[in-house]
């Protein structure tokens, strides 16, 4: 349970907020790649941890984010020419880089001296696996790019898609979080024995604060051993896990390494960015194969509303919940993974009132999350050293899931499942 207070001061993002101010010091995704797919095309709309900008390719392929708003008379950018390396307002025809210099004033006399005074807010970006990162923070303290092992992977053995979510982010951290719900929510088998999670629907959590974070492992007794999940939260905002096919067979190599991050839009809505990518060289992903994943999970492009990333399925038709199936087939009623999630979390309301829950022994990794966010935001305060910036704390880090002996110590069992290759 957190204090009204501390809940304020963990869920808001805006410029002028302790918790957006410590925010600011990360990388955060600004868009997927795809998104502007070629050089003087079209402007994008971007609203970033409650601001207002536009990206856009410039002519040598680098991408520009500057303010949504020209600083003439703040006609809208997203409506400007996008051309010769600088976004121009279609007003004045006033442009600038991505720098937010103003590089041309033809309104103006020549040789004005107002052009040199202008300037309009810009961020860096950089653009890695399939994302494009930008970084908001004070530029003296701008870090390393980011290095997660999946941004390393090629691009045939990676994935990443985008979903809009209608809360705040931190109710969508602590989804991803917790483990105990998967028994719950994601039963889409009623007595489904070949589910390792519904063998045991009480596991026993354990969390290691780590540099970037911390690791978290779920232990559930299966048949004839251990289920071990292990996940890392890297700060502030990213989940890293596994996922193993089935029970027979399959179940000590990954189908697949998954991951989240969660990126505030504002203080009330929030972008999910969703990563799969191969454990392994030989086990290069299949585009249709990806989808059919996507769609079960209930973010396929099938299952958006189109040139959206919004879900078809989603609050103004109560996610097309059948009463019917939550008696015969699956817990919730509700089809799709991802769905189920956001019935949960949106329908918590645009910001959770945590000050009014009762924890238990399967929130171990929430408590330890949002304990570490406001240690965190209140060591940004003093200029301390953050969890999770220095690339070097996560670069080599991999979740993995597998059923090890009984008496096994999962460490040793699990010791090079859980380093990263690419």
């Known amino acids: 349970m957190l204090t009204v207070e501390e809940n304020e001061r963990v869920t808001r993002v805006g410029p002028n907020t302790a918790g957006g101010k410590y925010f600011r010091r990360f990388w955060w995704p600004m868009c997927l790649s795809s998104e502007l797919p070629e050089p003087d095309g079209s402007p994008l709309r971007v609203r970033l941890l409650g601001e207002d900008l536009v990206a856009y390719r410039a002519t040598d392929g680098t991408v520009g984010l500057v303010d949504a708003y020209c600083p003439h008379r703040r006609a809208p950018l997203f409506f400007g020419r996008n051309e010769e390396c ?125 540099d970037y974070g911390y690791c978290y492992v779920s232990t559930r007794h299966v048949d004839d051993g251990k289920y071990i999940r292990v996940y890392h939260y890297v700060m502030p905002a990213q989940q890293l896990r596994a996922s193993i096919i089935g029970y027979e067979g399959t179940r000590n190599k990954p189908a697949r390494l998954d991951g989240h991050i969660w990126v505030p839009i504002d203080d009330y809505t929030t972008f999910v960015y969703n990563i799969m990518c191969a454990p392994h060289p030989e086990d290069e ?5 990806v989808e059919k994943r996507e769609v079960a999970a209930g973010r396929g492009a099938v299952n958006n509303i189109p040139g959206t990333f919004r879900l078809k399925r989603n609050q103004s038709n109560d996610y097309l919940i059948d009463r019917q199936m939550q008696k015969t087939q699956n817990y919730t009623g509700i ?74 110590n999962w460490k040793d069992a699990m010791a090079k499942d859980l380093v990263a290759i690419w």
């Open 86 to 210: 600088g976004i121009r307002c279609v007003y004045h025809g006033w442009k600038f880089d991505k720098h937010g210099d103003c590089v041309d004033m033809p309104s103006e006399p020549a040789g004005t001296t107002l052009q040199a005074k202008v300037k309009i807010v810009a961020y860096p970006t950089v653009e890695k696996g399939g994302v494009v990162w930008a970084y908001m923070g004070p530029k003296d303290q701008q870090p390393a790019e980011p290095d997660y092992e999946w941004t390393r992977a090629p691009q045939t053995h990676r994935y990443v898609s985008k979903t809009f979510e209608n809360c705040n982010y931190l109710q969508c951290i602590e989804g991803g979080l917790d483990t105990a719900h998967s028994s719950f929510a994601h039963n889409n088998k009623l007595n489904d024995r070949a589910n390792l999670r519904q063998h045991d629907k009480s596991p026993n959590i354990d969390v290691e604060r780590t």
């Open 285 to 289: 992903l299949v585009p249709e194969a």
């Open 335 to 408: 089809v799709g993974v991802n769905t189920q999630d956001f019935a949960l979390q949106e329908g918590m309301g645009p910001i959770c009132d945590r000050s009014k829950e009762f924890l238990g022994t399967s929130d171990k990794a929430i408590v330890a999350m949002r304990r570490l966010l406001l240690d965190a935001i209140a060591q940004n305060e003093k200029d301390g050293t953050l969890r999770g910036l220095d690339p070097d704390t996560y670069r080599k880090v991999r979740a993995y899931d597998r059923v090890i002996p009984g008496s096994a």
